[in-house]
């Protein structure tokens, strides 16, 4: 459909030049035809897209089409040439009656002025043009939407900034980079365009080419002057000097009466020259005699400025399409493609949030190597490199991606179906419903707390946030090494999670949820008890924590103070969602399994270690780590009917 729609804009714009310019009367029949059934499609094409797209109706483009369609009925001769003519055939047969001369002339002038009209009427065609440039280069981004996946995780390492700079960078400008630049490369493209067309218009322009012919009217009316006498020599010599000169000039006399004598070239017929091609002349004192008439065939002239009109419209045609293709460049490099990208980070964030921050972190170290290699390079080729001012869309999305990290880490794995199900709405309002149903996971739980914690605030005050957080720091780090997620921070305490995979979770005949006995499950479960230990030997050895055991304070209140910590771990299903209002939320996990992590951790008190695990859990890790852990009692929790088995490892902390 878009091959022929594009050939019958092709013969809407030069269809009727080539009919002037490479065939004589008998032909336009068929260019007639021809241009009838250009403006039948394009009635059904407008008539569709009426239908097809409910915006297109009254649009702009709606009203340009019907424009352009109804301006191709200047070119039906049927219609167009009764009306200029007056109803005749031709101007020369009705100059060739004396009673109908007057309308002749008069139809003969009016079809030139009406044909340069057309041709400035017919400039507005070149509007579907733009439809055919946009309905193309839709057709043609679905067929590299393939390809551009992959080319934009590229570009997306190429558009990051490093991030020790962010901070700095991040203040929009009081007058928007952005709007002043795309101000300015629209405006410097506008003028070249104007100055083109402006420049190139003697080019298109007959007088360029050929001098428009006045001795018609001036000859005719000398010959005249000796209409009260016209048998003198004077009459005679004026007559034949006229005519002598106009049969030699590319635009000859084919028809001259003045006064008694009467010229008709035999070697033209008149019959098959069109309006728009031939001039009636007359003298300036014409009258109702009409006994001094000149007919001129004007074909070569008009040839000529159908071909003008030809090369005319492939010049608009050139440079209509190359202000598009800057136009549409300087769009998308400066406000779309910015937004795309925006787009597509915020559809990576729907799909998961906490990846989505992971790969931003990691792009954004790339995106740092690069530009210190780049710096490097210019550094040692051209001098010191001006550091490039970042447009507004540029802030805008890193905003984006820190807002997004920024609920990942707070929210946590937790909190990951409530950033990915608002994210990704597409009802369009700015409402937020954090209040969305929980979901039922196993994992393993690991709960720990800070001991001493009250006597140690009362001695910190404002320090003890920093205590906290090298603390959390430590343990933190140790349970996303060995992919944990950081849950809850309880002020002394923290719970944290090992979220099994879905396949190896199986639910039994009774509708429990159960851990397959696989390899993959093994090494998970017992990532929980090695961060656990490693976190425990990392706070006895960390230079940030020993500072506190010469802390004067702490030593005095507490003497031969050390950081220690209790740790308890089980396994088991609990509910993973969001806790709280509209107001505030906390995403979590709520279990009788949870409450009996933190009671194993409150054992750890009672036996005076530093770990303890569950039963449940200890049938979950690998033989080679259950070899390692002690048996520390039997006991019965309270909420779980059955006497379980509690275990430890033993470390040596001095």
């Known amino acids: 459909v878009n091959i022929i729609m594009t050939l019958w804009t092709f013969y809407a714009l030069f269809g009727d030049d080539i009919r002037m310019l490479g065939t004589d009367s008998t032909a336009d029949p068929v260019f007639f035809s021809l241009t009838i059934a250009a403006m039948a499609f394009y009635l059904v094409e407008i008539f569709l897209s009426c239908i097809s797209k409910p915006e297109y109706l009254w649009s702009f483009y709606f009203w340009l089409d019907i424009i352009s369609t109804v301006t191709m009925i200047m070119d039906i001769g049927w219609i167009m040439d009764p009306i200029i003519s007056g109803g005749g055939t031709g101007a020369a047969k009705e100059a060739k009656k004396v009673s109908v001369m007057t309308r002749a002339s008069r139809g003969a002038r009016l079809g030139s002025k009406a044909s340069k009209i057309v041709r400035v009427i017919r400039l507005i065609r070149l509007m579907r043009l733009v439809k055919l440039y946009k309905s193309s280069n839709t057709l043609i981004s679905k067929e590299e939407n393939k390809i551009v996946d992959e080319e934009e995780q590229v570009l ?128 300036s004192n014409y009258n109702t005699n009409l006994t001094y008439v000149a007919i001129f065939d004007i074909r070569s002239s008009v040839k000529l400025d159908a071909l003008l009109s030809i090369l005319q419209t492939i010049f608009v045609c050139i440079v209509l399409t190359i202000g598009a293709v800057i136009f549409t460049k300087d769009a998308n490099d400066l406000v779309i493609g910015p937004i795309e990208q925006m787009m597509i980070k915020v559809q990576r964030i729907a799909k998961n949030p906490l990846d989505a921050a992971k790969e931003e972190e990691n792009e954004a170290v790339a995106m740092h190597k690069l530009e210190r290699e780049e710096r490097h390079q210019a550094k040692g080729c051209c001098g010191k490199k001006k550091k490039e001012e970042k447009m507004e869309t540029y802030v805008l999305e890193q905003t984006i991606v820190k807002t997004a990290a920024l609920l990942a880490i707070g929210l946590g794995e937790a909190g990951n179906k409530i950033i990915s199900q608002n994210v990704a709405s597409k009802s369009g309002g700015s409402s937020i419903d954090p209040l969305i149903p929980g979901s039922k996971v196993f994992a393993v739980f690991g709960f720990c707390d800070i001991r001493n914690f009250t006597d140690t605030t009362e001695i910190l005050q404002e320090e003890v946030m920093v205590f906290v957080n090298e603390i959390a720091d430590i343990v933190h780090g140790y349970t996303h090494r060995y992919l944990g997620s950081p849950n809850k921070n309880i002020g002394d305490a923290f719970l944290v999670v090992w979220k099994f995979n879905p396949e190896d979770v199986e639910t039994d005949n009774s509708g429990d949820i159960k851990v397959k006995h696989t390899d993959a499950a093994s090494r998970m479960a017992d990532m929980a008890a090695v961060s656990f230990i490693l976190t425990i030997a990392a706070i006895n050895k960390s230079k940030k924590v020993a500072k506190y055991r010469s802390n004067a304070a702490l030593n005095e209140r507490m003497p031969n103070y050390r950081v220690r910590m209790g740790f308890g771990i089980h396994a088991g299903w609990a509910i993973e969602g969001a806790i709280g209002s509209e107001y505030k939320i906390d995403a979590s996990y709520i279990s009788p399994h949870v409450n009996l992590t933190m009671a194993l951790e409150e054992a750890t008190k009672v036996y005076g270690v530093p770990f303890v695990i569950s039963e449940h859990y200890f049938n979950l890790i690998s033989k080679e780590l259950q070899d390692n852990m002690r048996p520390l009692d039997r006991v019965e929790i309270h909420g779980f009917a059955d006497i379980t088995t509690i275990y430890t490892f033993d470390m040596d902390l001095n």
Do not use: W
Request: aromatic share 10%.
């Open 156 to 283: 997306q390492q190429m558009m990051q900034e490093e991030r020790q700079q962010e901070d700095k960078e991040d203040a929009l400008p009081e007058e928007s980079k952005i709007g002043k630049t795309l101000s300015d490369v629209t405006t410097k493209t506008v003028i070249i365009m104007v100055l083109i067309v402006m420049l190139s218009g003697p080019l298109f322009t007959f007088s360029t080419y050929g001098d428009e012919t006045n001795s018609y009217q001036i000859g005719l009316d000398y010959i005249a002057l000796f209409d009260s006498n016209p048998n003198s020599s004077g009459f005679y010599t004026a007559y034949n000097s006229y005519l002598n000169r106009h049969l030699i000039i590319n635009t000859p006399v084919t028809y001259l009466v003045a006064g008694p004598l009467i010229y008709d070239d035999p070697t033209v017929d008149a019959t098959i020259l069109r309006n728009n091609e031939e001039t009636v002349v007359y003298p």
